[in-house]
């Protein structure tokens, strides 16, 4: 679906090639990251909160409003939000290979966007979290998960890489302009079809705090129900961490370098999955313990989300 979209808009050719073979294997990358994304979504979800639960944060995934758009119209934002949510899987699923999830967090930093440069503080921040108690300094797993960025940072004078060239660190503020781009684009996917403002408003902001308080709900009964090693125990610190990070880098990118625009959707739309997947699977964790009226309520709202999104 993604590739056929991609085609038909036109925009997207490989350098040396001409005629339909361009037009043809142009689109693939952001095809194959399109379904790569939509995979490591079912996979972490599929651990964490069942296969049902995993099946449905895919379909929702490619269901959000700005999917297909990332999609058939980036060449940047698909290997970002693909690289993010492969970084996210190894974090939970071998919470101590810092080596790992570090590389690609420093592949993402360094190469594919300067939006991802908060990753590696992720990686960093995860791999000193992650040990058991009891257990040795997290010291060791820290440093491997600095080295793939001290590496890839020094080859990058010779390879290149993602930053703009005429890019310069200096303060420049507009923190209301970052946050008034974001917030739209993250309203976007919350309360799509809503253009009268004063609605949209109120939906997006009882939306979100909805998601909020299930959040926690699941998270409290989560912490208080599961070992310690769960991967559903691991989930919510790993997305809390790999989310903060994220926004952090983000908001640094905004401010500090000169020339950078406002966050567009291939910057925000990873923190927009990421907080689907853990929504997701809080609404698995809780789902058996609602009442026939309370799941009635759910489904009659996650499928006039459904049918608003694919109509949008």
Request: hydrophobic residues 60%.
């Amino acid at each position: 679906m993604i590739w056929w979209r991609a085609r038909a808009g036109g925009s997207f050719y490989i350098v040396g090639m001409e005629g339909a073979w361009s037009a043809r294997l142009g689109p693939l990358l952001p095809a194959i990251c399109g379904g790569i994304s939509a995979a490591l979504a079912l996979s972490i979800v599929d651990a964490a909160a069942g296969p049902v639960a995993g099946v449905a944060a895919a379909l929702m995934v490619v269901v959000l409003p700005g999917f297909i758009p990332l999609h058939s119209a980036s060449l940047i934002g698909p290997p970002l939000l693909t690289l993010m949510l492969a970084t996210l899987a190894v974090m939970l699923h071998a919470p101590r290979f810092s080596l790992a999830y570090g590389t690609l967090a420093a592949i993402v930093a360094v190469y594919v966007a300067p939006a991802g440069i908060g990753l590696p503080a992720a990686a960093v921040g995860w791999a000193y979290l992650s040990g058991s108690r009891g257990a040795r300094s997290p010291i060791r797993r820290v440093a491997f998960a600095l080295v793939p960025l001290l590496l890839l940072l020094a080859l990058s004078h010779w390879t290149g890489n993602g930053w703009p060239l005429a890019g310069s660190v200096l303060w420049r503020g507009g923190l209301d302009r970052m946050f008034r781009a974001a917030g739209s684009i993250i309203g976007d996917q919350l309360a799509p079809g809503i253009d009268n403002p004063t609605l949209r408003w109120l939906v997006i902001a009882d939306i979100s705090l909805l998601l909020i308080a299930l959040v926690m709900v699941a998270w409290r009964r989560v912490a208080r129900q599961r070992p310690e090693g769960a991967f559903l125990r691991r989930l919510f610190p790993a997305a809390g961490v790999i989310a903060l990070a994220y926004a952090a880098g983000l908001a640094a990118h905004s401010l500090l370098l000169t020339g950078a625009a406002a966050p567009d959707l291939a910057a925000v739309f990873p923190l927009v999955v990421v907080a689907l997947l853990v929504v997701v699977a809080s609404i698995g964790v809780l789902w058996p313990r609602w009442p026939r009226a309370g799941k009635l309520v759910a489904l009659v709202l996650i499928l006039g989300w459904a049918q608003a999104a694919i109509r949008g």
